[in-house]
T-cell receptor, first 112, second 111 residues
Framework: DGGITQSPKYLFRKEGQNVTLSCEQN?????MYWYRQDPGQGLRLIYY???????QKGDIAEGYSVSREKKESFPLTVTSAQKNPTAFYLC???????????FGPGTRLTVT | GQQLNQSPQSMFIQEGEDVSMNCTSS?????WLWYKQDPGEGPVLLIA?????ELTSNGRLTAQFGITRKDSFLNISASIPSDVGIYFC???????????FGTGTRLKVLA
């Protein structure tokens, strides 16, 4: 089946630890995105990438890092510098030539 | 910066009723997207709109791209319990591939 996968669904970490969230897509989409969602709020853009080996900061990039070494993969690292990392993280991708954005199932990260 | 305002923030309706919600922006959009999100899941794309005045349907859902390009509307006819969820509007900001999202309309359907 084609789609976007995020793993794991739930992730727990201790404060001060870096953690990497996985996002993989087999849709052959060029663009990939990471969003953060907090309760009762809309989605906020963390990072996005239009092509391999290139990415841009979104509105709330501080404390996060990404890489785009392969078209299919766009992992997000939540670093210890992120002051409030507990949130629901969503990965998305967009095919070239359209603006239709498709989402993965999300990863809920809890940092204590 | 650009913002998308959704109205209403929440709705409680009876099963079988029709639902209307809207999304407005202070600036022009060239594409409007409507999503539904169930609790703990990723948003699912319902409808994409590309032209001012465009009216597009997907089953019981109908969405319209406002003529001013600053608003969009989503209607759900004959609501059923599985329509429960949060509906988001979204669009790419002008000249970029960055998207902004509305804060959502939470729909609850009473059987």
């Amino acid at each position: 089946d084609g789609g976007i996968t995020q793993s794991p669904k739930y992730l727990f970490r201790k404060e001060g630890q870096n953690v990497t969230l996985s996002c993989e897509q087999n849709l052959n989409h060029d663009a990939m995105y990471w969003y953060r969602q907090d309760p009762g709020q809309g989605l906020r853009l963390i990072y996005y990438s239009q092509i391999v080996n290139d990415f841009q900061k979104g509105d709330i990039a501080e404390g996060y890092s990404v890489s785009r070494e392969k078209k299919e993969s766009f992992p997000l690292t939540v670093t210890s510098a992120q002051k409030n990392p507990t949130a629901f993280y969503l990965c998305a991708s967009t095919p070239t030539g359209t603006y239709e954005q498709y989402f993965g199932p999300g990863t809920r990260l809890t940092v204590t | 910066g650009q913002q998308l305002n959704q109205s209403p923030q929440s709705m409680f309706i009876q099963e079988g009723e029709d639902v209307s919600m809207n999304c407005t922006s202070s600036s022009i959009f060239n594409t409007w997207l409507w999503y539904k999100q169930d609790p703990g899941e990723g948003p699912v794309l319902l409808i994409a709109l590309y032209k001012a005045g465009e009216l597009t349907s997907n089953g019981r859902l109908t969405a319209q791209f406002g003529i001013t390009r600053k608003d969009s509307f989503l209607n759900i006819s004959a609501s059923i319990p599985s329509d429960v969820g949060i509906y988001f509007c979204a669009g790419p900001t002008s000249g970029t591939y960055k998207y902004i999202f509305g804060t959502g309309t939470r729909l609850k359907v009473l059987a």
